[in-house]
């Protein structure tokens, strides 16, 4: 008997699991919303951005400006992990070769970031010598 009831159950759960035969659909219509224009033109992607080589600083445009990041900036940063301290914490800075945060960014002797501090890429931004204008730029005097 349970057996039967246990095969009853799986074929009206079978019955029930809403894959239907696909009877004969019309084909679906797919279009652009500019119709069937041509692309008139293409452009070649832009050149790869250059970063400056390693212990080299990019100089600051004016006082008190954040520096600049000499290398890509799509590290992590989340409200648990600064993915930035990686390499640049106190303990871990030189033996990565890189830049220590600094003393006005932190709140004890061990290096804690200040929580004003810590979204590293809020004030600090990469920058990379890019070949091409990134924007157009038509002004006349």
């Known amino acids: 008997m349970k057996k039967f009831i246990t095969v009853a159950a799986l074929l009206m759960l079978s019955a029930c699991s809403g894959q239907q035969n696909q009877a004969a659909t019309a084909p679906v219509n797919v279009q652009s919303l500019a119709g069937n224009q041509p692309v008139p033109v293409t452009q070649d992607a832009a050149a790869m951005a250059s970063y400056p080589k390693k212990g080299h600083a990019i100089s600051r445009n004016f006082a008190e400006q954040p520096p600049l990041i000499p290398h890509k900036a799509d590290y992590s940063i989340s409200l648990d992990r600064n993915s930035c301290m990686s390499c640049h914490a106190w ?3 030189e033996r990565m ?3 220590p945060v600094a003393k006005s960014h932190v709140i004890d002797a061990q ?3 200040n929580g004003k501090n810590y979204f590293c890429t809020q004030c600090h931004v990469p ?3 890019n070949k091409g204008a990134l924007v157009g730029n038509s002004f006349k005097m």
Request: net charge positive; glycine share 8%.
């Open 91 to 93: 303990n871990k800075a």
């Open 97 to 99: 070769k890189a830049t």
């Open 111 to 113: 290096g804690t970031l």
């Open 127 to 129: 920058q990379a010598d």
